[in-house]
């Protein structure tokens, strides 16, 4: 009778996760151990990134708070919990984050280059995509009326641009962007400007020119290996998004909207020339009078025979295999009323009475092959369960920094405390998990689901349970120093002993 009150007892105290879905999987109290073993290991990768000892150490505090079972995991909410409830802890924390001087660049720069050693396949895709952050004030850097995604609607909000990184290893957080909208840099803006420390350099970007900065520097380091760039309407309707990706040699697949238009054949174009009749001479080339006029997407869906579709299953969804039909072809892009260049014209839609149609640009060789689309067509999920996992585990949006340095320092812990996720899953699967072997890929037609894919087998939230454990990190030096490191540097990066 005890033993049941206990166990009632003990049901009553246990917090469920931050995520609010129940564990799939049983922490032994060694699991626990090593995991807080593995942090350590884990972050001190990144030591050098920090100048000196105390950064290293609020670091590490900050990603035990993101990574334990707190509800909201704020600063003031970390230091009570896993800290001690002393006014000055909390400030030295939120200066930690908002005015350090530690190297932000630096930390997302090796994170990149884990990624590329644990994840990393010649065939990986990268994904662009933008998330929005509610608030309530008018003070916090980039926050302005605009359409946030995360409410559906426009609102009051910071929006941030995300790279996100997929192989058949997993996937994980790359970079990230603050769009700041065009009235920060008004003059009415200049006091807020300041007070956010924004630097006073930066120019001016839209969303794809930040996802086309920063996949930019991911080709210029070379070192996480990828060809595909995948992105949805809101970089498909920007020609500098596509110009930018195909300069890079890379391969892109954006969703565009349907009044989208086209030449199925390219037409004709007149240079600059004197006007007839005596008109005013033109002074830029336009398309021959007798050209055919472009067609829009949704009308050209409708020309298409049924011998041209194609059943594919795209990917491996959570009640089954998800199929579409794929049609493609090619057709000349329409650029400021010219003939722009050759692209592939994919459509997709799903079956059932009313589908649903979705309509894609790429510029991938003539020899790529339609399941070769809808593969890469059906990776945009990790991008969407790398923000609903990031914003329900590790505290994503759970920030209440002002300022610029803040926000982006708390966007790189958070993609650390991800990864850290990422890599524990990876490892607790291939000890605890049998091995399913080789599996045909989803993409084909005529495809049988055999198992599970590794990279969603275990649950995240079985993670939470690391909240006592990050608590020990914390408060005992002694733990910190004898401690037993779980992961290894990449090749030619020195680790410092915090």
């Not at 972050?43 to 290293?56: G, M």
């Not at 398309?287 to 055919?292: D, E, L, T, Y």
């Not at 493609?328 to 722009?340: C, E, I, N, Q």
Request: glycine fraction near 6%.
């Amino acid at each position: 009778m005890k033993i049941k009150k206990r166990r009632a007892k003990h049901r009553k105290t246990v917090r469920p996760p931050a995520s609010g879905r129940r564990p799939l999987a049983r922490l032994l109290p060694s699991d626990i151990e090593a995991s807080a073993e593995a942090l350590i290991g884990f972050h001190q990768l990144f030591a050098d990134c920090f100048q000196r000892r105390e950064q290293r150490r609020w670091s590490l505090f900050y990603l035990c708070g993101q990574l334990s079972n707190l509800e909201r995991k704020t600063i003031e909410a970390m230091v009570l919990a896993l800290h001690s409830a002393e006014a000055n802890a909390v400030r030295a924390a939120q200066r930690f984050m908002s005015e350090g001087t530690w190297d932000q660049p630096k930390l997302i720069e090796q994170q990149q280059a884990l990624i590329a050693d644990w994840l990393g396949k010649a065939d990986g895709v990268v994904i662009v995509d933008g998330s929005g952050f509610p608030k309530q004030g008018e003070y916090s850097v980039g926050v302005t009326p605009q359409y946030c995604g995360h409410l559906g609607k426009v609102a009051n909000c910071q929006q941030g641009v995300f790279l996100v990184y997929v192989s058949s290893q997993g996937y994980a957080f790359l970079d990230e962007r603050l769009y700041m909208p065009e009235c920060w840099f008004t003059p009415e803006y200049q006091t807020r400007w300041q007070r956010c420390a924004i630097p006073e350099n930066l120019p001016f970007r839209t969303e794809p020119q930040l996802a086309v900065e920063m996949i930019t520097s991911l080709v210029q380091r070379a070192r996480v290996p990828f060809q595909w760039v995948t992105a949805d309407e809101t970089y498909g309707k920007s020609p500098c998004f596509f110009e930018g990706i195909d300069a890079l040699g890379k391969w892109y697949l954006a969703e565009v909207p349907s009044d989208t238009r086209v030449w199925l054949r390219t037409p004709a174009v007149e240079p600059p020339g004197p006007g007839l009749l005596g008109r005013r001479p033109r002074l830029r080339p336009r398309v021959a009078r007798n050209a055919p006029r472009p067609v829009e997407l949704r009308e050209l869906i409708r020309r298409l025979p049924n011998t041209r579709w194609r059943r594919c299953t795209i990917m491996e969804g959570s009640k089954g295999p998800v199929v579409a039909e794929f049609a493609s072809m090619r057709a000349t892009s329409v650029r400021d009323g010219l003939p722009g260049p050759r692209v592939w014209v994919i459509f997709r839609r799903s079956l059932g009475i009313e589908p649903e149609e979705k309509y894609f640009f790429s510029n991938a060789p003539t020899t790529c092959s339609l399941t070769t689309f809808a593969r890469v067509s059906g990776l945009r999920w990790p991008v969407e369960t790398a923000l609903e996992e990031g914003k329900g585990e590790v505290g994503m949006d759970h920030y209440e920094t002002r300022t610029w340095p803040g926000w982006h320092g708390h966007m790189a812990h958070t993609f650390l405390a991800h990864l850290f996720l990422i890599r524990l899953r990876v490892l607790w699967q291939k000890k605890s998990c049998p091995d399913y072997g080789s599996s045909s890929p989803t993409y084909r037609t005529g495809y049988r689901r055999r198992s599970v894919p590794i990279t969603r087998c275990v649950s995240y939230s079985a993670l939470s349970t690391m909240s006592q454990s990050c608590s020990l990190l914390f408060s005992s030096q002694t733990y910190l120093e004898t401690a037993q490191s779980t992961f290894q540097a990449p090749k030619g990066q020195n680790v410092e002993v915090m």
